[in-house]
């Protein structure tokens, strides 16, 4: 399911130089539209937001039976704590918690997180990034609406010293989107100036060295499809 034409020595000497890569055309094209097709129009998509400082999913049953004056709430408190800090807020669907539940087993959401740990994928991760010690993947599926975001944040947070996470990854499956629309992968530095911003583009793999500042910028209100991808870390263990 790789494209079996990735130039994996090219993208192995970008990553070197610049601790980060984007690659083209990563899976084979059937496979990226199957996957597009499933997080169009199967997924279950819940919530996340940073609530007391933890992350917080609402599955979607939960959101169904929300009560308007609990949305409200929850929508003020976001951006409340959005204003002071890190925050984020975007449709994601638990991949790993999914697939240890063996719950929604009709979706191809399971099977692909099988195959990013697959040997093959293992194999390319640890010969593009040069991090040998990747042993495993995870995953969550996201969908960002318009207002939705991800705030600045290098992933590793008050846990720096234990983290096994090595390389973050993001597998973008929307088509045709606009620069304009947000919705980037943005890498920021020391001083708060954004150094590269990278618009979603389909079946495109952006792989980064973590810990790494960066944010997903507010999608456009006037943004008409959703930015759809799979993310996720390569771990040591």
């Known amino acids: 399911m790789l494209n079996s034409a990735l130039e994996v020595a090219d993208?192995?000497?970008r990553f070197s130089e610049h601790r980060r890569v984007q690659v083209p055309e990563i899976l084979d094209n059937a496979y990226a539209?199957?996957?597009e097709h499933c997080l169009k129009t199967e997924v279950p998509w819940g919530l996340s937001v940073l609530e007391n400082g933890e992350?917080?999913?609402f599955k979607a049953e939960e959101l169904q039976q929300m009560q308007r004056a609990d949305w409200q709430k929850l929508m003020r408190d976001v951006q409340r704590s959005a204003r002071e800090g890190y925050q984020f807020l975007f449709n994601s669907y638990q991949i790993v918690t999914a697939w240890k539940e063996k719950r929604d087993p009709h979706l191809m959401l399971h099977a692909f997180f099988e195959f990013m740990n697959s040997a093959p994928v293992l194999e390319f991760a640890r010969a593009v990034t040069g991090c040998n010690d990747i042993v495993k993947?995870?995953?969550q599926a996201t969908r960002y609406l318009p207002g939705h975001f991800l705030r600045r944040h290098n992933d590793f947070g008050q846990q720096s010293a234990t983290?096994?996470?090595?390389?973050a990854y993001v597998l973008n499956l929307s088509r045709d989107w606009h620069a304009d629309w947000g919705g980037q992968l943005q890498f920021i530095d020391e001083a708060d100036y954004v150094t590269e911003s990278w618009v979603p583009r389909f079946?495109?793999?952006s792989l980064f060295k973590v810990p790494a500042w960066h944010c997903v910028?507010?999608?456009?209100?006037y943004a008409t499809v959703p930015r759809l991808a799979i993310t996720g870390w390569f771990r040591s263990h």
């Open 11 to 13: 993208h192995a000497r």
């Open 33 to 35: 539209e199957a996957l």
């Open 55 to 57: 992350g917080r999913t």
């Open 137 to 139: 993947a995870d995953a």
């Open 163 to 167: 983290d096994t996470r090595l390389a």
């Open 203 to 205: 079946n495109c793999l």
């Open 217 to 221: 910028s507010c999608v456009a209100p």
